[in-house]
C-alpha cells in the first residue's frame, strides 16, 4: 500500500509539471487569487480575491508568492498529489478493489488535472476534504473536522462534504462537527472580520443556457471521451448498485444531490462538480470489475490528453453544427486546450497594453474577464493616460459620456456588457481595441 500511494504521488506530481505555465491559469480567478495574494503579502492585511473570499489559500498564497509566482500552481499540483493519495488510502480502509485504478482515474479526470496546475481555490479544498474523507474512515473523527474546516476555508461550499463524509464516519459524529466548526471558524475569520456579514454575498451573472449547463456537468468536468466512459460506466453500475453497502450507497447519493443543487443554482463552470468526483468513483470501485476500472482510467487520460471540442467559424472547413454554434472535435485534449488559453490570454493582454499606451488621453478600455490579468502588470488599473475596467453600468456610461472620454472594449466586454448590464454594442459604441476574437476558442 505505501509503494502505491508513493508511486500515486509521484504519477500525479510529474504529470502537473509540464502544464504548469504559462502565468496563473486561464481562469480569470486564478489570477484574481494571485492579485490578492500579492496585496495581502504587501499591506499586510487580508484582501479577498472575490467573495465569499478563500482566507486560507489566498494568506498561504502571500507566503509563498516571494519565492516566485510559479510557487501558487506548484501548490495545487502539491495537493492534488495529497488528494489522490488519500482517496486511495481511503478506498482501501473501506476494503474496496481496484483502489489504485480509481485513485488513478481521479487523477487522470479533465477538470481534476486542469485545476491542479493552476492558482485556483479547487485543489487546495477538494485536496483537504479528501484528507478528512481519509481520516474519517480510519476512526479519526476530530482530525476528520479539522481537514473539512479547513477545506471550507479554501471554498465555503467545502461544507456540504459534511454530509458525505460524515456518513462515512467511523467514530464520534459530535466531535467530527464541533472541530470542524472550531476549524471553519477560524480559516474563515480573516473574511469576516475585514467585511462583516458582506463576505457571504456571492456572484451572480444571469441566466445560463440549459446547453451551457449540459456541457459544463459533462464535457467540461469528464472531457470528450471521458463522458462516453462516465455514461457506460454509470449504466453498469446501476444494475449492480445493490453490491455498495448502504452508508456508502447513503454517502454517494448525498454527495450528488448536495454538489449537483450547488452547481444547479449557479452553472457557470463544470469545476463547481469536482466534489462529486471521489462519490462517482466510489460508485464504480464498488460495482465494476477490475478491468473496467483500468479502462475507465486510461479512458480519463485519454480523454485530458487525446480529444477536445473547439468553437470554429462559420466558414470553417471542418464544423458541426450544434445549438447555433459551430464545433469541431481537434487532436490535443483539454490539458492542451487549457496550455494554449493561457498562451492566447497572455498575448491578448499584452496586446492590450501595447494598444493602451497609444490610446487618447483619458481613454476607458472595458476588458471583461481580462481585468484580473491586467491588473497584474498595471495595479493601479491604468496604463499610461487611460483606465483600464471590468464593465461599465449605465450610470457609469452616461458619466463618461458627458466627459467626453473615448471608449475601446474587447469584444469579450461588449458581448457582456449585454449579458450583464443590457447595454447594447450600438448603445456602447466602443471601438474594439484588439481584433475581435482568435480563429478558434473552447467550445462553449
Known sequence: MRRNAAALFLIVLLTRL???????????DAWRIAGAARTIAAEGHYVASRFPGAPLVEIADSLLLPVGPWTLPLASALWGAIGV????????????????????ALAFTPVFWIHTTDAMDYAWA?????????????GRPTLAGLAIGLAIGCRITSAAFLVPIGLLLVGSRARFLVAAALAAGLALAPSFLTYGTRFLSGYEFGRVPWIFVVKAATRDVWGVIGTVAVGVATLFALTRIRSVPERERWAILSALVLFGGLFLRLPHDGAYLLPI??????????????????????????????????EVDASSKDRIPFAGRFLDVRLGGP????????????????????????????AIVLVYEQMP??????????????????????EALGQARREG????????????????????????????????RLPEREAG
Open 18 to 28: 509540464p502544464f504548469l505555465g504559462p502565468g496563473f491559469g486561464a481562469d480569470a
Open 85 to 104: 493519495v488519500a482517496f486511495y488510502l481511503a478506498l482501501c480502509r473501506l476494503g474496496a478493489r481496484g483502489c489504485f485504478w480509481a485513485a488513478l
Open 126 to 138: 477538494l485536496g483537504l476534504a479528501l484528507v478528512g474523507l481519509a481520516f474519517a474512515v480510519h
Open 277 to 310: 468526483l471521489p462519490f462517482v468513483l466510489l460508485l464504480f470501485v464498488r460495482t465494476l470489475p477490475r478491468p473496467m476500472l483500468v479502462a475507465f482510467a486510461i479512458a480519463m487520460a485519454s480523454s485530458s490528453l487525446v480529444l477536445h471540442l473547439v
Open 335 to 362: 490539458m492542451f486546450a487549457e496550455r494554449r488559453q493561457r498562451f492566447d490570454h497572455q498575448q491578448i493582454r499584452d496586446q492590450i497594453v501595447a494598444r493602451a499606451n497609444a490610446l487618447p488621453g483619458r
Open 373 to 394: 490579468a491586467l491588473l497584474w502588470v498595471a495595479p493601479t488599473g491604468r496604463i499610461a493616460t487611460t483606465e483600464i475596467v471590468h464593465l461599465l453600468d449605465r
Open 405 to 436: 472620454r473615448p471608449l475601446f472594449a474587447t469584444q469579450d466586454a461588449i458581448q457582456a456588457e449585454w449579458a450583464v448590464y443590457g447595454v447594447s454594442r450600438r448603445e456602447l459604441d466602443a471601438q474594439l481595441i484588439i481584433e475581435p
